[in-house]
């Protein structure tokens, strides 16, 4: 899914790829619920991967630093 200027700046959630070099928002959601329901569906990607999901993927609010740990 493609997102352009306007949706970055109505999106309230982010879905967010822990990476060594600096996080990555992978896409951006308008509840909190969407974006942690992309966490499940990726979920047995990562897990054949042999990752655990909450382990890599978390939901933060658009922006803002500091990242919602909620765990699923």
């Known amino acids: 899914m493609i997102y352009g200027a306007s949706s970055l700046m109505t999106a309230k959630w982010q879905l967010v790829l822990r990476k060594e070099y600096g996080d990555v928002v992978i896409q951006n959601f308008q ?17 054949h991967l ?21 765990s699923l």
Do not use: C, D, H, M
Request: glycine letters at 6%.
């Open 31 to 47: 509840t909190r619920r969407e974006a942690q329901e992309e966490i499940e569906n990726r979920r047995e990607v990562t897990l």
């Open 50 to 70: 042999g990752t655990n999901p909450e382990e890599i993927y978390y939901v933060k609010r658009a922006g803002r630093k500091r990242a919602s740990y909620r």
